[in-house]
Every structure is written in structure tokens, then in C-alpha cells.
């Protein structure tokens, strides 16, 4: 494993950290704990999770693995300022999560989300989220507060000029990054920790194997030159994996030990081929969840990114599009596309901000011709 100092936090974590947002919730609470205890064994010493994540399982799964694994490790989790709008509130939010994950200090507590300035004005407001955290601090309970965002590089920038933070989360992945990269870019050259997240596209690199095998060298497979692209980076500091088995914790950790940076040649060869839809993916990340027609919004995306990453035609999808309906993930759907009434609810949420009404109306289209 090769260790990077977070920023300038003094902490050296591991290039390859533990992101605790796709358990398998198949199995038990302990299997997973398992899991975890699996990678601390591997040298990975960096553990992500947040409230809510996993049907709220993931602070709680990582809480049974931390009562029997060495202590040289550092958490993260999370608190979006759209929930904690107070410092009283916010306060109460580090206390659960501490009392959930068994542990005296959080390492890295993430004001969580932010998508636009105005959330992050939000977390700083007199009496808001910050000053909450700034309290726990104080009182030992926080040692270094950081942010997560899915803003673009220049708000990436503003926040960080800011001051008021010691490193940050983002959505970076060997697909993305010519929109992202000025973002990672202006984080490290400040000397903050830069941790990325996605480094699959949300799973979309393994699903397309054959299409993206372009982006692999040497017998390399996409997923290896992805996970390869982000860990190999010097500015990113953690890379964080959605472990699910002891195998892909085995790839990711082969692949700190012996993978070598991309060349600038490398890069150029691949955006070259990426052509310009890769930025506007659904990673699957759920956050628009919520939607009061009840739309499988995420699973319509999801199935979207065919179109949108390799210009599938209409009839690939309305092929596509049968095939899940029938049998897939939208066969139990409670609402359709068609339902959509435009409130605007799934937009202000998605953190790729994606056109997601325009797509659903195309979609609407392609399930009215299957009838
Ligand atoms: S805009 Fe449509 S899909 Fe999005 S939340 Fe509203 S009703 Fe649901
Ligand atoms: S549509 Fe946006 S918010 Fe929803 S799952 Fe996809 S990326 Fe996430």
C-alpha cells in the first residue's frame, strides 16, 4: 500500500480508502464488518461513510468492524447542511454518529453535498452547521473538517480560498476528468487532502467493459486502468472504492503497490476517444431518490447513460428499455416516465446536475412505442 499525507493534516492515509456506500446488504451486518476488517489488514487505513448510507447500515457496519481492528485508522462520515441548519443540530449529528461508529473522534467530518454556492453558504451561515463543527472540534471531537462537493472547479476553487476547510471530496474518475480535473488540480497545488469518489463512474466502467476497453494498456482491463488512473494520481490522496468483496479490495490494493501514473500522452490518447458525453453520466449515486410520483428516477438514468455515453439509437433502446421493463430493475416500478409532472424536485438534487425532465420525456416517448 502507498500512504499520502492528507493535505497538510500531518495524517498519512492510504492511497486506496474504504468507501462504506455499496455494502451488500444481502448479508449481515457482521459479514460486512468482515469486509472491513479484510481491507485494515490490507494496509487500508482510510474508512468513509455517512449517515443514511446502505439503508443507514454503513456507520453501524463500520462501528462492529472498528471494536476489533487495530487502532491506526482514520474516519470520515458526513452531515449535509440542508439537514443541520443550525450549529445545535449539527452538534447532535457528530454525537449519533460517533456514538454509531463506536468511536471517541471522527478524523474527517465532511460538510456533505454541496452542489451549488448557496449550499455552502447555508453550512457557513452565523449559528449554522459550521459553527457547529468548529464547537466539536473544540471539545476534541472532530480533528479536521473537510467538504464534499459536486460543484465545478472554479466553486471548487472559491470554497477552498475560503480558508475554512482542510481538504476535499469529489466525483473524479478516469471518464470525467477533463471537466473535473481543474477542480483536483487547484486543491492540491493549495496543499489541501484531495479525496475522490466514483472512481467506477458508479459502476458504469465494469458494465461497459467492451465498449471502454480503449481505456485499458497492456492487457489491462477498463475497470484496472480506472481504479489505476485515480489511486496512481500523486494529486489525488485517497481513492474511495464501494467494496463489496475481498477480491476487489485485493485489485484495488495490487494496484496501489504496482500501477504507474498516466502520461500526459496517456490522457490525450483517452480524451481523444471519452468525445464529449462522459461528464453528463448518472453515477447511481440515488440522491433523487425522493420523487413524489414515485419514478425510479436513478434507474431510468442509469439505463439513459447507454444513450448518452455511446449514442445508442432509439431502437437500442426501445429493445433495451423492454428488456428491464419486463425483466430488469424497472419491472417493479411504481411510477413510469410518463408520470412526470416537472416539479423539479430530482434536478435540484442531482449531483451530476443532470437534465433528467428532458431525458424522462425522451424515454416517455420510447415506452409509448412498446405498447
Ligand atoms: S421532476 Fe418529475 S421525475 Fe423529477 S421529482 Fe418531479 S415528478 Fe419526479
Ligand atoms: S440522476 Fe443524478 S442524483 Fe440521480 S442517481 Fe443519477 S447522478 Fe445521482
Known amino acids: 500500500m502507498i500512504y499520502r499525507e492528507y493535505g497538510k493534516t500531518g495524517k498519512l492515509v492510504s492511497a486506496v480508502g474504504f468507501g462504506g456506500m455499496r455494502f451488500d446488504l444481502s448479508k449481515s451486518d457482521e459479514e460486512n464488518a468482515e469486509l472491513v476488517r479484510y481491507a485494515s489488514s490490507k494496509g487500508i487505513n482510510y474508512f468513509d461513510t455517512a449517515p443514511g448510507y446502505c439503508d443507514d447500515r454503513s456507520e453501524k457496519i463500520f462501528g462492529i468492524a472498528f471494536k476489533n481492528m487495530p487502532k491506526s485508522f482514520y474516519v470520515s462520515t458526513k452531515g449535509m447542511p440542508i439537514q443541520y441548519d443550525t450549529k445545535e443540530k449539527a452538534k447532535e449529528a457528530v454525537k449519533k454518529s460517533l456514538k454509531t461508529l463506536g468511536v471517541d473522534k471522527i478524523n474527517f467530518y465532511h460538510v456533505w453535498c454541496l452542489r451549488k454556492m448557496s449550499h455552502y453558504e447555508l453550512a457557513m451561515k452565523p449559528g449554522g452547521q459550521y459553527e457547529g463543527l468548529l464547537e466539536c472540534k473544540e471539545e476534541g471531537l472532530i480533528d479536521h473538517i473537510v467538504f464534499s462537493s459536486h460543484q465545478p472547479g472554479h466553486e471548487v476553487k472559491e470554497i477552498l480560498q475560503g480558508g475554512k476547510f482542510e481538504g476535499v471530496l469529489l466525483g473524479v474518475n478516469i471518464l470525467n476528468f477533463p471537466y473535473r480535473w481543474d477542480g483536483v488540480v487547484s486543491a492540491y497545488d493549495s496543499g489541501y487532502g484531495v479525496v475522490a469518489m466514483n472512481p467506477l463512474g458508479g459502476g458504469m466502467i465494469p458494465k461497459h467493459e467492451k465498449e471502454l476497453r480503449f481505456l485499458g494498456s497492456k492487457g489491462e482491463t477498463p475497470t484496472e486502468a480506472a481504479l489505476r488512473f485515480n489511486i496512481a494520481s500523486p494529486q489525488i490522496t485517497v481513492t474511495l472504492n ?130
Not at 309 to 338: H, N, P, T
Request: contains cysteine; glycine residues 6%; aromatic residues 8%.
Open 242 to 371: 464501494g467494496f463489496t468483496t475481498k477480491e476487489q479490495i485485493d485489485m484495488a490494493c495490487r494496484i496501489a503497490d504496482e500501477g504507474s501514473s498516466f502520461t500526459e500522452n496517456d490522457l490525450e490518447k483517452i480524451k481523444n476517444n471519452l468525445g464529449e458525453n462522459m461528464n453528463a453520466v448518472c453515477t447511481g449515486c440515488g440522491y433523487c431518490w425522493d420523487c413524489p410520483m414515485k419514478i425510479p428516477v436513478p434507474a431510468y438514468m442509469q439505463f439513459y447513460n447507454d444513450k448518452q455515453m455511446f449514442g445508442k439509437s432509439d431502437e437500442e433502446m426501445k429493445k433495451e428499455l423492454k428488456r428491464i421493463s419486463e425483466w430488469g430493475f424497472l419491472a417493479v416500478r411504481k411510477g413510469s416516465a410518463k408520470d412526470c409532472i416537472k416539479c423539479g424536485k430530482c434536478e435540484e438534487a442531482c449531483t451530476q446536475h443532470l437534465p433528467i425532465i428532458k431525458r424522462l420525456e425522451e424515454i416517455a416517448k420510447w415506452e409509448r412505442c412498446l405498447k
